[in-house]
């Protein structure tokens, strides 16, 4: 075969017949053509575009930089003390105060707290070798804080002092010597100084009188200091916190200028709790079994029935407790405390009828139409609306200071004499130290209904039931007339009302509690009024409320003494929890119950078990400082000891040649 006919096809050869061609000459052909066709898919296939399918692989997403927290100096800020009135439900938490190396199922309230402040860079602790990074620390914050609520108690008007970090800019003055001050304020700032001056005002005044009466300018201020106001322009604490604390837990005020010596527990002199209950307080039996056999003298029996509390006879042991009185009897003793004065001041103590609460609903500016409902159309409402059952009521209690438990003792005491088991005299006897120097072995009323209402900073000088700090609300806006409608709108508005406020987000809480007791109350009608029509006698045939009426009009003379009490085998004590708590056949009277140790026998006891012969001994060194030197002296002999049992390495070797 010649060479032309050796050499590949060309593209363009013109058309001939294939018949004509040699085995050899067809075959370089078709190898010609598969290469021309690889090479054309490979073009095409990386022109289009690419589709994913789900058999191919999915590309690698290319890996976001992990965030880095940005450094915080806080040598380039400035703080200030401020005090914050927070509100919380406490049935999630454990208690208010947070104790180091004390781990609970449930968090404390002052945990969430640290954690929000500490998010936002409000605060910042000084570094303590002794506290892991992440644990509550309060150096260099100034923190205080007025009641130390126990796991399960609620509080409405909770104070707290701190000092955060503010907007004002730093004074020139303290910018050039930042490193000087850092040393000696670990805070950072300016240690809420407005050039040099501390931004409070003299003790529980105004701030906005303390701001008049400045002068218009100062040497020490900067040009800075002097533009930046102490409200409008500063952070909006309220709302910042209340973004990351939890819906149960909200900040409703603060106080942009407490008084330089403030303290939230040393300067409140009055603290207000409430406590609430239902009547009746617990579910009651219908017919004679549900009648208690109360004994009133000459009379003979009156008839009362369990679950329902005489409110008139609780509100003559309220009374009592008003003034200066030794609570002993009414609180529990702590030993390590070394508490010898129990004498503390009640102002207000009373029973108070209470609505539900969510009744701002039904003010003028949450009405359904422009136009009010008439009095006549109010009139003829059902009687249902008109008056629910059962009724809400607090104990209302306004005092100096508290024992520990002291309220929840109080209460108890006041249930025992609401259902008939004491009288009203209790609260007086219990109260006579002298005739009764050792407290009673009796139970203390439930956590969960007790809220403290609110604390109250007077002004010396003036009315010392009247809260003299002055507090900013959420949704108030600035008593200034510098920029009223954008702080209103842009901080404030936004904090209370519409989509993310206070209100919507705490309506959310409430309506969630709400359902489930309308569901629940439901229940109870659905159940009490089921009747099987097997059971049904067609000559005693009557419904759930002519019962109820019979029942109602029972008299001790038409009633055998073997029917009245006999809905239960135990007697039904009720403590404020979700039920009544059986004690037993027989009621047993407070004033006979076991005594516990007197108070300095139990101070005494105390002292003995850690090593001192006497209890004035704590008190003079500090029960912490015994604390830190006892627990020295065990490590020191501790050591001692592995001393002495430590064997010689030569000592072991030989005994096992041997």
Same mark, same amino acid.
């Given at each position: 075969?010649?060479?032309?006919? #050796?050499?590949?096809?060309s593209?363009?050869?013109?058309d001939q017949?294939?018949?004509?061609?040699?085995? !050899?000459?067809?075959?370089?052909?078709? /190898?010609?053509?598969?290469?021309?066709?690889?090479?054309?898919?490979?073009?095409?296939?990386?022109s289009?575009p690419?589709?994913?399918?789900?058999?191919?692989p999915?590309?690698?997403?290319?890996?976001?930089?992990?965030?880095?927290?940005?450094?915080?100096?806080?040598?380039?800020?400035?703080?200030?003390?401020?005090? *914050?009135k927070?509100a919380?439900?406490?049935?999630r938490? +454990?208690?208010?105060?947070?104790h180091?190396?004390?781990?609970?199922?449930?968090?404390p309230?002052?945990?969430?707290?640290? =954690?929000?402040l500490?998010?936002?860079?409000?605060?910042?602790?000084?570094?303590?070798?002794?506290?892991?990074?992440?644990?509550?620390?309060?150096?260099?914050c100034?923190?205080?804080?007025?009641?130390r609520?126990?796991?399960?108690?609620?509080?409405?008007?909770q104070?707290?002092?701190?000092?955060?970090?503010?907007?004002?800019?730093?004074?020139?003055?303290r910018?050039?010597n930042?490193a000087?001050?850092?040393?000696?304020?670990?805070?950072?700032?300016?240690?809420g100084?407005l050039?040099?001056?501390e931004?409070?005002?003299?003790?529980?005044s105004?701030?906005?009188?303390?701001?008049?009466?400045?002068?218009?300018?100062?040497?020490?201020?900067?040009? &800075?200091?002097?533009?930046?106001?102490?409200?409008?322009?500063e952070?909006?604490?309220?709302?910042?916190? @209340?973004?990351?604390?939890?819906?149960?837990?909200?900040?409703?005020?603060?106080?942009?200028?407490?008084?330089?010596?403030?303290?939230?527990?040393?300067?409140?002199?009055?603290?207000?709790y409430?406590?609430?209950?239902?009547?009746?307080?617990? $579910?009651?039996?219908?017919?004679p079994?549900?009648?208690?056999?109360?004994?009133t003298?000459?009379?003979?029996?009156?008839?009362?029935?369990?679950?329902w509390?005489?409110? &008139?006879?609780?509100?003559?042991?309220?009374?009592?407790?008003?003034? #200066?009185?030794?609570?002993?009897?009414?609180?529990k003793?702590?030993?390590?405390?070394?508490l010898? +004065?129990? !004498?503390?001041?009640?102002?207000h103590?009373?029973?108070? !009828?209470?609505? &539900?609460?969510?009744?701002?609903v039904s003010?003028?500016?949450?009405?359904?139409?422009?136009?009010?409902?008439?009095?006549?159309?109010?009139?003829?409402?059902?009687?249902?609306?008109?008056?629910?059952?059962?009724?809400?009521?607090?104990?209302?209690?306004?005092?100096?200071?508290?024992?520990?438990?002291?309220?929840?003792?109080? /209460?108890a005491i006041?249930?025992?004499?609401g259902?008939?088991?004491?009288?009203?005299?209790?609260?007086?006897?219990?109260?006579?130290?002298?005739?009764?120097?050792q407290?009673?072995?009796y139970?203390?009323?439930?956590?969960?209904?007790?809220?403290?209402?609110?604390?109250?900073?007077?002004?010396?000088?003036?009315?010392?039931h =009247?809260?003299? #700090?002055e507090?900013?609300?959420?949704?108030?806006?600035?008593?200034?007339?510098?920029?009223v409608?954008?702080?209103?709108?842009?901080? $404030?508005?936004?904090?209370?009302y519409?989509l993310?406020g206070?209100?919507?987000?705490?309506?959310?809480?409430?309506r969630?509690?709400?359902?489930?007791?309308? *569901?629940?109350?439901?229940?109870?009608?659905?159940?009490?009024k089921?009747?099987?029509?097997l059971?049904? @006698?067609?000559?005693?045939?009557?419904?759930?409320?002519?019962?109820?009426?019979?029942?109602?009009?029972?008299?001790?003379?038409s009633?055998?003494?073997?029917?009245?009490?006999?809905?239960?085998?135990?007697?039904?004590?009720?403590?404020g929890?979700k039920?009544?708590?059986?004690?037993?056949?027989?009621?047993?009277?407070?004033?006979?119950k076991?005594?516990?140790?007197?108070?300095?026998?139990? +101070?005494? +006891?105390?002292?003995?078990?850690?090593?001192?012969?006497q209890s004035?001994?704590?008190?003079?060194?500090?029960?912490?400082?015994v604390?830190l030197?006892?627990?020295?002296?065990?490590?020191e002999?501790?050591?001692?000891?592995? !001393? &002495?049992?430590?064997?010689? /390495?030569?000592v /072991?070797v030989?005994a096992?040649?041997?």
């Amino acid at each position: 075969m010649d060479a032309t006919s #050796l050499s590949l096809p060309s593209r363009d050869l013109p058309d001939q017949s294939y018949s004509k061609w040699s085995p !050899e000459r067809l075959i370089d052909r078709v /190898v010609f053509l598969e290469k021309e066709l690889r090479e054309q898919t490979i073009r095409y296939r990386s022109s289009e575009p690419k589709v994913q399918t789900s058999l191919s692989p999915s590309p690698r997403r290319r890996k976001k930089n992990p965030r880095i927290d940005r450094e915080f100096d806080p040598a380039n800020y400035s703080t200030r003390l401020i005090a *914050l009135k927070i509100a919380y439900l406490g049935g999630r938490y +454990n208690g208010f105060e947070h104790h180091a190396n004390n781990e609970t199922p449930c968090p404390p309230i002052e945990e969430e707290l640290w =954690k929000a402040l500490n998010k936002s860079r409000l605060i910042f602790p000084t570094p303590n070798p002794h506290i892991l990074p992440g644990d509550v620390n309060w150096e260099g914050c100034d923190f205080s804080k007025c009641g130390r609520t126990d796991k399960g108690v609620s509080a409405f008007g909770q104070v707290v002092g701190v000092r955060v970090r503010s907007n004002r800019p730093l004074s020139r003055q303290r910018t050039e010597n930042s490193a000087v001050s850092d040393e000696s304020n670990p805070m950072g700032g300016s240690n809420g100084m407005l050039g040099h001056l501390e931004l409070a005002s003299p003790p529980l005044s105004p701030i906005y009188d303390f701001f008049a009466d400045m002068p218009a300018s100062k040497p020490s201020w900067s040009d &800075e200091s002097l533009a930046f106001h102490p409200i409008d322009d500063e952070i909006p604490y309220m709302q910042v916190l @209340n973004r990351i604390l939890p819906p149960d837990i909200r900040v409703l005020a603060w106080c942009a200028a407490p008084p330089t010596d403030f303290s939230a527990r040393f300067s409140c002199k009055e603290r207000r709790y409430r406590y609430f209950f239902t009547q009746p307080a617990f $579910n009651p039996t219908p017919g004679p079994a549900g009648f208690l056999k109360n004994k009133t003298g000459s009379a003979g029996l009156t008839l009362q029935r369990e679950g329902w509390l005489d409110i &008139e006879a609780m509100r003559d042991g309220a009374k009592r407790f008003v003034g #200066l009185h030794d609570f002993r009897n009414f609180c529990k003793v702590d030993g390590s405390k070394q508490l010898d +004065n129990f !004498e503390r001041t009640i102002f207000h103590a009373a029973i108070e !009828e209470a609505d &539900e609460g969510a009744s701002y609903v039904s003010s003028e500016d949450f009405k359904h139409y422009k136009d009010s409902i008439s009095k006549n159309k109010a009139s003829n409402l059902p009687s249902s609306e008109q008056a629910l059952s059962p009724r809400v009521y607090t104990f209302t209690l306004h005092g100096s200071a508290f024992l520990w438990h002291q309220v929840r003792h109080m /209460v108890a005491i006041l249930f025992h004499i609401g259902q008939g088991f004491e009288s009203p005299e209790l609260v007086s006897e219990l109260l006579d130290i002298k005739k009764h120097p050792q407290k009673p072995m009796y139970e203390m009323a439930d956590s969960a209904p007790l809220v403290l209402w609110d604390c109250i900073f007077p002004r010396k000088g003036s009315d010392p039931h =009247k809260d003299a #700090l002055e507090w900013l609300y959420i949704g108030d806006s600035s008593r200034s007339e510098k920029n009223v409608v954008r702080v209103s709108a842009d901080r $404030n508005g936004n904090g209370k009302y519409g989509l993310g406020g206070v209100v919507d987000e705490m309506w959310k809480v409430w309506r969630q509690s709400k359902m489930d007791g309308i *569901l629940a109350g439901n229940l109870l009608d659905v159940i009490a009024k089921q009747e099987s029509s097997l059971a049904a @006698n067609p000559k005693e045939e009557k419904n759930s409320k002519e019962r109820l009426d019979e029942a109602a009009s029972y008299s001790p003379s038409s009633l055998s003494m073997s029917v009245i009490g006999s809905s239960s085998n135990s007697q039904k004590v009720f403590l404020g929890g979700k039920g009544p708590r059986l004690v037993g056949r027989r009621y047993g009277r407070v004033l006979q119950k076991p005594r516990m140790d007197s108070v300095e026998t139990l +101070n005494a +006891n105390y002292a003995r078990r850690k090593g001192f012969e006497q209890s004035e001994k704590i008190k003079e060194q500090g029960w912490r400082r015994v604390q830190l030197s006892r627990s020295e002296e065990e490590e020191e002999e501790e050591e001692e000891k592995e !001393e &002495e049992e430590e064997v010689p /390495v030569s000592v /072991v070797v030989a005994a096992a040649a041997i």
